[in-house]
């Protein structure tokens, strides 16, 4: 009995220093990427990102002897994973990021939770309860918050864009979870992932040459550092680091403790890159991660 629960402790123990690391990779990897984005397309940012994080992750399955070629049965959800998720949300929202400033940019990005719940009442068939129902609500109420006409500038053609870029992001990011959620897994979802990058590799860096030309950047060691940031800690690392904290940990402590990130991006933004915060900012993140948290708060009584 003692061994088991030094077990549970330690296995618990590593969830929450995952879990740690995951907030602040990704916490960093939004105003990370605005910097980036003063030096390179996109496009090109992403196919930056992407290579470097493939390289990363393919060391992380070698030292781990988890290096496995996708089951057949598991290919809808590598394509899935890379078309929706790393592809069109990497690049939408990276297109976004350019034109919508680091902490609303991050805040539209976490709607995601929001339009999985209606999706999975359509989609898969689960259950519509009165807490996600009032967790959606919330949320919303957080995001019209953010396109009030005292808030938001619905004559800038950039910021309609911009802002409408991140929405769809979110929405393609909801349509993977979904597909996620109702997969059967042959292999666990961290053996598919350097195959999925690998992909996303070589599926955006024809696409950025083809919108962008080759990239000619100002290269200095800042924007070589920024770029092993975001390729290893911000996604390499970050998805390891998920993988861990998921099994360690109760499902909704890995949900709620990861609705800290878009809070670390927004402090981050405000004192790296000046972006200090509106009210309408600050009352959405409340909202909208207020939202998220009831709704991750009703599926600990759901099966998984």
Do not use: Q
């Amino acid at each position: 009995m003692r061994d088991a629960a030094g077990d549970d402790h330690a296995s618990r123990r590593a969830g929450l220093a995952a879990l740690l690391t995951v907030i602040v990779c990704w916490g960093l990897t939004w105003p990370v990427n605005k910097v980036l984005l003063e030096d390179l397309s996109p496009a090109w940012m992403m196919a930056l990102r992407s290579a470097i994080a493939t390289v990363g992750l393919f060391a992380i399955a070698l030292a781990r002897g988890r290096l496995v070629v996708p089951p057949r049965a598991d290919l809808p959800v590598v394509l899935s994973i890379t078309l929706l998720h790393m592809v069109g949300f990497g690049v939408l929202a990276a297109w976004g990021l350019r034109l919508v400033p680091t902490g609303r940019s991050v805040v539209l990005a976490y709607t995601t939770p929001l339009w999985v719940v209606p999706g999975a009442w359509l989609f898969l068939g689960e259950r519509l309860t009165a807490r996600r129902i009032i967790g959606v609500s919330v949320g919303l109420i957080g995001l019209v918050t953010l396109f009030n006409p005292t808030a938001f500038d619905w004559t800038s053609r950039n910021a309609i864009l911009g802002n409408g870029a991140i929405l769809i992001a979110a929405l393609l990011w909801a349509a993977s979870i979904l597909h996620i959620r109702g997969h059967r897994w042959r292999a666990t979802p961290l053996d598919l992932v350097p195959w999925e990058m690998l992909l996303a590799t070589a599926i955006v860096t024809p696409l950025a040459y083809a919108l962008d030309g080759a990239p000619a950047p100002t290269w200095s060691g800042r924007l070589v550092a920024l770029l092993l940031y975001a390729g290893i800690p911000g996604t390499a690392v970050a998805y390891w680091a998920t993988a861990l904290a998921s099994r360690n940990l109760p499902a909704v402590t890995t949900a709620l403790g990861l609705l800290a990130t878009p809070v670390l991006s927004v402090v981050v933004a405000t004192l790296w890159l000046g972006e200090p915060p509106t009210v309408a900012l600050v009352v959405a993140i409340v909202l909208i991660l207020g939202g998220v948290a009831i709704g991750a708060r009703s599926e600990t009584r759901e099966p998984r």
